[in-house]
């Protein structure tokens, strides 16, 4: 029993991958709210939950790619061709999650919130998983762009940790080789 309920959970997270190419299926905004329910277990020292989410669904995924697009705008206020086939990408892919951690002005307390919005994110990737739910967390140029925050209402003293764009996979890429442990690990059993 123990041994198949391991077998699962390292199968999970061995088997996740990052997806970019999504059926056009949507996905329910109840089971993404549970499945955030089910992600804020994750450890956070001093239960600060350093966390809050703003779900772009349905017609106000429109409010999101209006905000990519006015953060993408050249000089002369006209959007690039690549920009232009981004947004269009991003109109396809079902959800899009953004996901804010107030940043603390204390250091120690700004990391340890940073190490737990990212436990908590990847709770929420493997859950997903599980449930045949696949998404990509990016952290691209843009999120950093106070055209961006400013058109999602992120505030001053926030920090997108990232965007998770969600869907059902299309595709699921081949693993990439992770490096052995044993390259990684000291072991010190002695004195
Ligand atoms: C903090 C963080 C930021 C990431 N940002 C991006 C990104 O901006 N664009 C992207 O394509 N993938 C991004 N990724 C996904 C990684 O590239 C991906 O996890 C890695 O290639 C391994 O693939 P896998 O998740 O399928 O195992 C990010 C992952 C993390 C943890």
Redesign the pocket.
């Known amino acids: 029993m123990m041994t198949n309920r391991l077998t699962t959970i390292d199968s999970i997270i061995k088997g996740?991958?990052?997806?970019?190419k999504f059926k056009s299926d949507a996905v329910s905004i109840d089971e993404i709210v549970s499945l955030l329910e089910v992600a804020k277990w994750a450890p956070n020292h001093k239960l600060t939950e350093p966390w809050r989410f703003i779900l772009f669904a349905e017609e106000g995924k429109e409010a999101f790619i209006d905000a990519y697009k006015k953060s993408q705008l050249g000089a002369d206020q006209t959007l690039p061709e690549k920009a232009k086939k981004k947004a269009a990408y991003f109109n396809q892919i079902p959800l899009h999650l953004v996901v804010v951690m107030p940043e603390h002005p204390r250091q120690k307390t700004w990391d340890e919130d940073y190490g737990a919005v990212?436990a908590m994110?990847?709770n929420f990737q493997l859950a997903a998983w599980a449930r045949g739910i696949g998404m990509?967390?990016?952290?691209?140029d843009w999120i950093y762009d106070p055209v961006f925050r400013e058109a999602i209402g992120v505030e001053s003293g926030e920090k997108i940790?990232?965007t998770l764009m969600i869907g059902y996979a299309d595709f699921v890429?081949e693993?990439?080789e992770r490096t052995s442990i044993k390259d990684k690990l000291t072991i010190v059993t002695t004195n």
Do not use: L
Not at 136 to 140: D, E, L, Q, S
């Open positions: 996740r991958r990052s997806i970019k990212s994110i990847q990509i967390w990016r952290t691209n940790i990232g890429p693993a990439k």
